[in-house]
C-alpha cells in the first residue's frame, strides 16, 4: 500500500501538463516533447511513428502531440504514410515541434481526412502482411491498428474489414492457432463473401481435427465455385475429410474426381499428390495391387519434376511397403531416395528443409532409420548396424534429438539382440542422455508455444474489444475534432480542452497503474505456482529407502521395530502432505518435521551417528514462518553423502540462534567425510540426482527471495580446513508487520 501511494504522490505534480511513464527513466534519458502538424493547415497528424534508433518507437496521439524519452545525440526517424519519412538529431532537451509537407502521390485528389485514414489503414495492412511469418505480435497489431482506421462512413468499410479479417486468419492459421483462424475467416465472410476464404476456413477446420465441420464448409463451396483450380482443392479437400473418418469408399471417389480434374489442368504437382493419397486409401481398403499402381506413378511422375519430388515420393512408396512388411522392396526405394537427398543437399549446400511435416522425414538421418528398421525385422542385424551409426551421426550434426533418440534406442536393442550386451549397455546410455536433452527441449518448445498462444489469445481479444468500440472511439475522435476547431474561435472554450486534457492524462495515469498493477499480479501468481511446482517435487529415494528399511526390519523379524518406523514415517508423510498446499508453515511445525525426519535417518543409521538439535530459548518460534521442507534437504544431504559413510563417531547438530530482534540462524553441520569426497564416492545417477535435489533448493530460495524481499540467506562450507565435515548457515528473517 506504502508503493502505491508514493506512486501517486511522484504522478501527480505531472498530470497537469503531460502523460506520465509507467516505469522509472533510466537516469541517462530525458523527456521531450513534440508535435507533427501540417506545413499549410497546422492541423495535428495522429499515429505517427517516431522512432529513437535503437531505444524503441512511439506514436503521436490525436492532436499529433508525442512525449519520448532519449539523449543529445540520438537519431530521431519519423514516418508515417502521408508523408516522407524525416530524419532528425536530437541537440537538446527543448521540445520538437516537425511541420510535414503531403506526399503528392498520396494526397491526390482525396480529402484530407478521409485520405489519411485510407493511407493508415493500408499501410497498417502492408506492415502485418511484412511480419505474418516473422513476428505474429506484431503482425496483428497492426491489424488492430487497421481496424481502428476504419470508419463507418467509409464506402468500403465492409470490404475493407473482410480483408482485414481474412489477414487476421491467415495470420493464426500460419501460427498454429486454427480455432483463431477459423473465426476470423467466418468474421470476414459476414463482411463480405469469397469462396477464397470459405476454402481456407475448410482447410484449418480440417487441420484443427474438425473433419465434419471441413466437410460441410468443402461441400458448400462445390455449389459456388466455378474455379477448376479451385475444384481441385475441394475435391481433395472432401476426399481428406472422408479419409479421416474412415469413410474410404467416399474418399476414393472424390480423390478421383480431383485427380481428373487436376489433369485436365496439367497440375503434376497436385496429380502427385493425389496418386499418393489414392494409394494410401486403397492400401486401407485392401487393394493392394490399385494401391501399388497408383503409387508407382506417382513416383514416376515425381521423377519428371524435382528431385525434392522424387525423394518424397519414393519415401511415401516405401512407407507403404513397410506397412505391408515388403521389405525389399521399402529398402531399395530408401537406398533411391537417400541418393535423390544427397545430390539435393549438394546442390543447395545445406539442409533439405521444409515447413511441412511430411517434408521434415526426407532427410537423411530419416531415410538412414527408416532402412535399418527394415533390416532389423528381417533379424539381418550386421546389415542395419552401418545404417543406424550413419542416422545418428546425421542426426547428431543436424541437431535432430527425435532421430537421435529413436537411432540410438533401434541400436541399442539390435545389439541386445545380437547378443553384444556390453556394447548395447553402452549404446543406451547414450539413449537415456539423449532423451533428457531432448525432454528440456521439449519442454522450452511448450513453454515457447503457451507463452505465444497466451499473446495470440490476448491480441484476439483485443481485436474483438476493437470492434465493438471502433463506433464510440470514432465518436469521441469526431467530438476531439470538433472541440479543436471550436477552441480557436473562442477562447471560452480553450478551459473544457483543459479539462479534457487532464481527464485523458488521468486516464492514461490509471492505465499505468492498472498495467503495472496487473504485471505486477501476474509475476506473483507465476512465482507462487513454481514454488508449489518444486515443492512438489519431493526426492523419491527417501521414501525408497524408508520403505527399504521397513522391509528389512521385517526380514529379519524385527516386527516391533518395523511397525515403529513405520508409525514415525507415517507421521511424517502425513505432516508433509499437509503442509504442501502452504507457502509458509510456523517455525515450530518445521522443528517437528526436521525432528521426526532427523529421528527416523538415526534409526535407520543408529550405530553411524548422534544427532543433537538445539533451539535457543529466546527464539519466540511461532513469531517466525519458513517454507516447508526447506531444511529437509540439507539434513538429508549431511545424513547421505557425509556420516553414513563414516564408521562411527558421527555427530550432526541442528541449532536455531537468534541473531536479532528479526532474524535466527540455523545452523546445520555434520562432520562427515566431506563434500568433496562424498563426490569422488557417488555413482553418476546419484549426481545427477544430488544436482537436481539442490537446483530444486537453490530455485526456490531465489524465487522465496524475489517475493519476500531476501527472506531466507544460505551458505554451505566444509567444516574443517581438511574438507571434512560441512556447515550451512541459513539466516531466517521475520515478517516485518
Known sequence: MKKIIALILFLCPFVIFAQVEAEASIPELFDIKGSVKEAKTLKPVQDVEIQVLGKGAYVSDQFGNFRIQATIGDQLVIRHPSFETIFHTVTSSDRIDIKVKENPIVVANQPSAARRKSSLYQYNIQSARTNLKKDAATSIDFAAKALESITDDDSEADAKKATLYELLGDIYGYWNQPDLAASNYLTSLSNRYDSTVQLKMAKVQYANGSYNKALKSYKDLLNKVKDKGQLVQIYEGIADAYDKLDRFDSANTYYTKALDLAKSLNDSERIIQINSKLAEVLQKQGKMREANSYLDNSVQLAEKTSKKAVARQRSRAADMYSKSNRYTEEIALRQQALKDIEELEGETKSDTTSTTEEDRTITPQVQNYKIANAFAAQSAYEEAIPYLKESIKEAESRNDLVVQKDATRKLGEVYREKGELKKASEVFEEYEAIIDKLYIQKEQEIAQAARLSRELVARANRITTLEKDRELNENRYN?????????????????????????????????????????????????????????????????????????????????????????????????????????????????????????????????????????????????????????????????????????????????????????????????GIGRQRSKELKTANQKRQRSQGMSNIKKRITILNAMYKDKVDVEVEDLTHNGEGTVVRLVLKKDKN
Open 479 to 671: 467530438l476531439v475534432l470538433a472541440s479543436q476547431e471550436l477552441a480557436k474561435q473562442q477562447a471560452v472554450k480553450q478551459k473544457v480542452i483543459i479539462y479534457a486534457l487532464i481527464g485523458v492524462m488521468l486516464l492514461f495515469l490509471l492505465a499505468g497503474y492498472l498495467m503495472y498493477r496487473n504485471i505486477r499480479q501476474q509475476k506473483y501468481a507465476n512465482n507462487l505456482l513454481a514454488l508449489k511446482s518444486l515443492r512438489s517435487q519431493m526426492n523419491p529415494h527417501f521414501i525408497f529407502n524408508a520403505l527399504n528399511s521397513v522391509n528389512t526390519f521385517i526380514a529379519t523379524n524385527d516386527e516391533l521395530a518395523a511397525n515403529r518406523y513405520l508409525t514415525d514415517f507415517s507421521l511424517l508423510m502425513r505432516s508433509v502432505l499437509e503442509n504442501s498446499e502452504e507457502d509458509f508453515i510456523p517455525l515450530s511445525k518445521e522443528i517437528e518435521l526436521i525432528s521426526l525426519y532427523v529421528k527416523l535417518e538415526h534409526f535407520r543409521f543408529q550405530d553411524k551417528f548422534d544427532y543433537q538439535i538445539h533451539i535457543d530459548p529466546t527464539i519466540a518460534v511461532d513469531e517466525y514462518v519458513i517454507p516447508p521442507m526447506l531444511l529437509q534437504p540439507y539434513v538429508e544431504n549431511a545424513v547421505w553423502h557425509g556420516l553414513r559413510y563414516k564408521e562411527n563417531d558421527g555427530q550432526l547438530t541442528i541449532a536455531f540462534t537468534k541473531l536479532d530482534e528479526h532474524s535466527i540462524e540455523i545452523l546445520i553441520s555434520d562432520n
